[in-house]
């Protein structure tokens, strides 16, 4: 997610050895360590937002990976909303315009308040948003990434809001709820939620963002299972 302590030239070599496609890449979320998970929404540091982005620009364009995502920021206690959300719209279409001048999607991703409780996008419809206040400003470039875990965890309706949101879906990530295992383990019927994403159509890329409880070859026997992998496919390491 965070490539920027390797050097994007040997992630570059290592994805062409590997016949790997690089389907996404997060901006720089400032300090991570202190807790910050995002720039766009944060007064103040308008300038560092828009040095990460030129950042992960070159990142992008080195490992020829197509989308970005731009974590949105954990607010402070008492944040003005109306100069947070005056920040964020000015720093949004900063980075759609940036980005369609360097061929990249904007992609923009609820995250749940049950991981991050300050976290300045939650749902569904706040991505929905914005994604319509930059296709008004002539923007196309711009998509939902939906992570059904971070979805789940805040407001459920997972089926619907699929069916509700196709159109601007571009990205989807699955694991399990709870424990973020594999997506065979929880309360979400992944196979019943791909086999509809795949009746409207999706072309966009799923990511399997979970932990597996195992080995990572082991968790992939859902995959086979499920006939998106077959054991001539399965990935092998060099150690």
């Known amino acids: 997610m965070y490539p920027y302590e390797f050097s994007a030239h040997e992630l570059s070599r290592m994805l062409r050895l590997e016949n790997m496609t690089l389907t996404v890449l997060n901006a720089p979320p400032g300090n991570y360590a202190n807790g910050e998970r995002g720039l766009a929404a944060l007064p103040g540091r308008e300038q560092e937002f828009r040095d990460s982005l030129n950042l ?19 607010l402070p206690a008492g944040a003005d909303k109306r100069l947070v959300m005056r920040t964020l719209r000015e720093n949004l279409f900063y980075c759609a315009d940036l980005f369609a001048r360097n061929g ?9 308040r049950k991981m991050l409780p300050f976290y300045s996008m939650t749902r569904v419809e706040d991505a929905s948003y914005w994604m319509g206040e930059l296709k008004k400003g002539g923007y196309t470039n711009v998509g939902i990434q939906m992570d059904l875990y971070h979805t789940q965890m805040e407001q459920g ?23 973020r295992h594999e997506p065979t383990v929880g309360e979400i019927n992944y196979r019943y939620l791909l086999e509809l994403l795949q009746s409207l159509d999706f072309r966009g890329w799923i990511g399997c963002e979970y932990i597996p409880r195992h080995a990572t070859d082991d968790g992939l026997s859902w995959a086979r299972d499920w006939g998106l992998l077959n054991s001539e496919d399965s990935p092998h390491y060099d150690t």
Request: glycine share 6%; aromatic share 6%.
């Open 157 to 179: 309706n997972l089926a619907s809001l699929i069916q509700q949101y196709i159109d601007e879906i571009t990205y989807v990530q699955i694991a399990g709820v709870p424990g």
């Open 56 to 74: 992960a620009i070159e990142y992008a364009k080195i490992t020829r990976c197509a989308s970005i995502h731009v974590l949105t920021g954990n």
């Open 104 to 112: 990249l999607t904007l992609l923009l991703e609820p995250l749940s």
